[in-house]
């Protein structure tokens, strides 16, 4: 019974087709193909608000210098938020709760970003390492501390990311078989369980759509150290 708890985080096949194929092709119907009027629907108009509004909130504390990643950094929010949202849906897979992804997600970015403060100012992304003021004894063990903080700060994004929507899932599975067990048993805290369950899957609608934004506001963070 426990390892079919995990059986949700492998990928389901129907007639030995893999449904994460169907899965990440569907995001792109949600985007209309671009037409010749400024606004043709609701659809696209709610998307040209809400991509303007993440650019915004994303590229406001950063210098002109920044702006070259808004491109990247509004894609890569895209993806999650499609990824995370979809991944709910039944007979879905969520590929965000492999940590296999998360990594190759954050290692090349977090290193983009490190890359490009030592190429720009190679004297104060050293500088990190020691901050100022720190007696002589103490440099060698700071240096050894802030070396290994910021080489783990591409583990600490996949990491979250994938902890925080593998225990959303597996939340909602128990609950949702606790559901179904006690329904021809006690229908009565059956019903209790499932308003708790109903309740679960909006708190984890929030989730899905808080770690896309944290994951790329970090890493926009990161990149603000950087430039």
């Known amino acids: 019974m426990n390892l079919s708890f995990f059986d949700q985080f492998t990928s389901p096949c129907l007639l030995g087709i893999p449904l994460i194929l169907l899965s990440m092709l569907f995001p792109a119907l ?8 400024w606004i043709t629907n609701r659809l696209s108009t709610l998307q040209s608000w809400s991509i303007h509004l993440i650019t915004k909130q ?53 290193l983009a970003t490190l890359l490009t403060g030592l190429r720009n100012q190679p ?33 600490a994004l996949g990491v979250r990311l994938t902890a925080n929507l593998t225990a959303g899932h597996l939340l909602i599975q128990l609950i949702s078989t606790a559901t179904s067990v006690l329904l021809p ?38 990149l603000q150290e950087n430039i």
Do not use: D
């Open 58 to 110: 994303l590229m406001s504390s950063m210098n002109k210098k920044g702006h070259k990643w808004a491109l990247i950094l509004t894609s890569l929010m895209i993806l999650l938020l499609s990824i995370n949202l979809l991944g709910l849906l039944p007979y879905t897979f969520t590929p965000t709760t492999q940590l296999s992804m998360n990594m190759a997600l954050a290692f090349p970015l977090w």
């Open 185 to 222: 048993i006690m229908p009565t805290i059956s019903i209790l369980t499932a308003l708790i369950l109903f309740l679960l899957t909006i708190l984890e609608v929030a989730v899905a759509m808080i770690q896309a934004y944290v994951f790329v506001l970090l890493l926009s963070l990161y």
């Open 123 to 155: 004297s104060a992304s050293l500088g990190h390492l020691l901050p100022e003021g720190t007696p002589t004894l103490l440099i060698p063990a700071l240096i050894l501390i802030e070396t290994t903080s910021l080489f783990i700060r591409p583990l």
């Open 30 to 37: 949600l985007f209309p193909s671009p037409g010749n009027r």
